[in-house]
């Protein structure tokens, strides 16, 4: 394993587990301070996690591109075959591996910041076609939104673009956008507010592997040449910064 994807890979592995800290950790502390309100409750929630996640791409997109979530990956890999971009089989074995990780450590650093066990499965139960349906939904436009910044040189409004996203998207799926198999792993750890009991956890990443290929699928239509811009997903990292301009060009011309 190169240096470079060391560092990578640790870039994933704790961007991940702070993104999952920061989901757990307002979910508990909404919790215990609007304990008779659901709605504030979500509201404290989704606002911390946009903060969190826009301040985080910012921090690890330099190094790995901050993608914190194998379907992201995943889709990077895949648009990318056709042009030799994007990440590698084995980069996306190790980012995946990172995420997942890095997740389950997310809430256990949460719960033992409030207290609690290191390790409590959730009890919360989310099944149900209509949650799979939110999921699908919530996962398919963050495919649409990284790429389609990616490809049309805006990389650099990605911290704030996909922040606002999951924000919004807490609200207006019905299964609150987990939207990241990783998270939702890591959510399992945990028997607070943002938790999801074992069981419901193949069902919602079922769910998010089916929000990737409409995703791609509506990807690749709107823009065919999507896959030129994988080494600019979630952000361009250190080797491959001095892209953006030619990508620029392309889609002025497109």
Same mark, same amino acid.
């Given at each position: 394993m190169t240096i470079a994807? #060391? #560092?990578?890979l640790l870039a994933e592995f704790v961007g991940t587990a702070l993104l999952v800290t920061a989901v757990? /950790?307002?979910?508990?502390m909404a919790a215990t301070l609007s304990p008779a309100d659901v709605g504030l409750q979500l509201l404290q929630n989704s606002v911390a996690t946009a903060f969190a996640l826009g301040t985080l791409i910012l921090i690890f997109g330099p190094v790995s591109g901050a993608h914190f979530n194998p379907v992201?990956?995943? @889709?990077?890999? =895949?648009? /990318?075959? #056709? *042009? /030799? *971009?994007?990440?590698? /089989? #084995?980069d996306l074995a190790g980012y995946?591996?990172?995420?997942? &990780?890095?997740?389950?450590?997310?809430?256990?650093? @949460?719960?033992?910041m409030f207290d609690l066990a290191?390790?409590? &499965?959730?009890?919360?139960q989310r099944s149900g076609g209509n949650l799979w349906l939110g999921e699908v939904v919530a996962t398919a436009g963050l495919i649409l939104l990284v790429?389609? =910044?990616a490809r049309t040189g805006r990389a650099a409004v990605a911290p704030a673009a996909v922040g606002a996203y999951i924000g919004a998207a807490y609200w207006f799926t019905s299964s609150t956008s987990f939207a990241n198999p990783a998270v939702t792993v890591g959510r399992a750890f945990t028997? *607070?507010?943002?938790?999801?009991?074992p069981a419901s956890v193949p069902g919602f990443v079922l769910a998010q592997l089916v929000g990737l290929t409409v995703g791609a699928g509506l990807l690749l239509a709107l823009y065919p040449d999507a896959g030129r811009a994988a080494d600019q997903v979630v952000v361009p990292t250190d080797g491959t910064v001095e892209r953006p301009a030619l990508l620029s060009r392309e889609a002025s011309d497109a």
């Open positions: 994807l #060391r #560092r990578r757990v /950790g307002s979910g508990i992201v990956s995943a @889709a990077d890999w =895949l648009l /990318g075959r #056709r *042009t /030799g *971009t994007g990440l590698t /089989g #084995r995946t591996a990172a995420q997942v &990780l890095g997740a389950i450590g997310g809430s256990v650093l @949460a719960n033992l290191a390790v409590d &499965l959730s009890g919360r790429f389609a =910044l028997d *607070t507010f943002a938790g999801i009991a």
